[in-house]
């Protein structure tokens, strides 16, 4: 991504394009469920998948660095904020289509996933249980191979369609997506595609059946996590163990910094007090990490994604 603040004449093509819809100097904070983070040079919401591919195709054309955001969790804003167009992607139109065998459900990617598995269930479909908790949209889901309880993305995608900057619009299979534990192709691949859509896989069930199976995911979520603002889990589990128990057993639980402190009931959740900057949550992620990996010898890997510019950590004061 340009470090270039989108001015002069990108700035004229942006506001030519996108007209009145087009907001300068937008904060981004209250677009992420970390509630930190600084400005766009610019932002646009767009509520359909084929004004995101026309935007996007625009801007491709143009050369202006973009970002698309949807829920805005598991991503972290740096304080300097966002260069380029900021896309918020509220695309939410699905089709339920019963007749096939399976049942599948063809939906945008600005669609919330969680709302899309209780629609599944009020029609009696199953298949997307595990979802009913997972705050982010369709695409993210797509981008990121979202999961909980059991089920992710992997297990849930017939086909996605693809906006390529090179191929154009492409439908790609599942095995295209190459998906591996909370990533895929779209999310290692330095030549940023865009999602617009995906057709997921479900099954014949009742809607008795299929909200008792939710409602049990959604107490384990309640006493298991924690509210208020957080990005969701900060760190992916390493292999044979638990990020939430490498950080406890480290006696982090309940460090803080600035606004932000690791939650006392589930140590992989960060949370912010309303008055955390993304630089106090970029600090204590740098030192759960060292911490973990001076005392266990295990590098924890994020699972939130940072944007934007981001200065070398230092090594702050803590409170516990």
């Known amino acids: 991504m340009s470090n270039t603040v989108v001015t002069g004449t990108w700035m004229q093509d942006l506001r030519s394009f996108f007209g009145d819809k087009l907001q300068q100097n937008a904060p981004l904070a209250g677009y992420t469920t970390a509630r930190a983070g600084g400005s766009a040079d610019a932002l646009v919401i767009l509520n359909s998948a084929q004004s995101l591919e026309e935007a996007v195709r625009f801007l491709w ?10 829920n805005g969790s598991n991503i972290l804003i740096s304080d300097a904020g966002l260069r380029g167009l900021v896309i918020i992607n509220r695309a939410k139109a699905y089709k339920f289509d019963s ?10 990617s600005g669609a919330n996933l969680g709302g899309l598995a209780r629609q599944a269930a009020i029609l009696g479909l199953s298949g ?8 982010g949209t369709i695409g993210g889901a797509v ?7 059991n089920g992710d993305m992997q297990g849930s995608l017939v086909l996605a ?10 439908t790609w299979t599942n095995a295209r997506l190459a998906y591996g534990y909370r990533t895929s192709i779209l999310k290692r691949d330095t030549v940023k595609s865009v999602i617009l859509s995906a057709t997921l896989r479900l099954n014949e069930s009742t809607r008795e059946a299929v909200t008792s199976q939710m409602d049990t995911f959604t107490e384990q979520r309640r006493s298991t996590q924690p509210p208020g603002a957080s990005m969701g889990s900060m760190f992916k589990n390493p292999p044979d163990d638990y990020a939430g128990r490498l950080i406890e057993a480290a006696g982090l639980k309940g460090t803080r910094i600035g606004g932000v402190e690791i939650s006392s009931k589930h140590a992989n959740f960060f949370i912010n007090d309303d ?7 970029w600090n204590l992620i740098q030192l759960v990490q060292r911490t973990v990996l001076d005392q266990f010898g295990v590098r924890l890997e994020l699972e939130v994604e940072p944007l934007g510019e981001w200065p070398k950590a230092s090594a702050p004061h803590t409170n516990h």
Do not use: C, M, S
């Open 143 to 149: 981008y990121g191979n979202a999961g909980a309880h």
């Open 99 to 108: 007749e096939t065998t399976p049942p599948t459900v063809w939906v945008e």
């Open 275 to 281: 008055q955390a900057t993304a630089a106090d949550i």
């Open 128 to 135: 997307l249980e595990w979802a009913a908790t997972v705050p």
């Open 61 to 70: 054309k143009r050369e202006i660095p973009f970002f698309i955001l949807g």
């Open 161 to 170: 369609e693809i906006l390529h900057p090179v191929y154009g619009k492409e």
